[in-house]
C-alpha cells in the first residue's frame, strides 16, 4: 500500500491527476497478482511433479522388492523339493532289514 500513499502523494503535489494515479494503482495491482497467481500455480505443478515422481519411484522400488521376494520363494521350494526327493531316495535304502526270529 506504500505504493498508493506515494500515488497520492503525487496527485496533492499536482505531478498526477486522479485518474492517472488510479491507472497506475490498478496496473501495478494486476501485475502483482499475476506474479503471485503464477508463483502459486508454479508450486502446486511443483508439488504435483514431485508427488508423481515419488510414486513413481516407490512403485519401482515395490515391483524391485516382489521380484526379490518371489525369486526367494522359488528358491526355497526348489530347495525344499530337491530335499523331498533325495529323502525319498534314501528311505527305501534305509529300510531297516528284520533280523531272522530266533
Do not use: C, Y
Not at 43 to 66: P, W
Request: neutral net charge; hydrophobic residues 50%.
Amino acid at each position: 500500500m506504500l505504493l498508493r500513499k506515494h500515488l497520492a502523494e503525487g496527485v496533492a503535489k499536482g505531478a498526477l491527476t486522479e485518474a492517472q494515479a488510479d491507472a497506475k494503482f490498478a496496473a501495478w495491482k494486476a501485475q502483482r497478482d499475476e506474479k503471485i497467481a503464477a508463483k502459486k500455480s508454479g508450486l502446486k505443478n511443483e508439488a504435483i511433479s514431485k508427488a508423481q515422481a515419488a510414486k513413481k519411484h516407490e512403485t519401482e522400488v515395490n515391483e524391485a522388492r516382489a521380484k526379490a521376494i518371489a525369486a526367494k520363494k522359488a528358491e526355497a521350494e526348489a530347495a525344499a523339493a530337491k530335499a523331498a526327493e533325495e529323502a525319498a531316495a534314501e528311505a527305501p535304502a534305509a529300510e531297516p532289514v528284520e533280523a531272522p526270529a530266533e
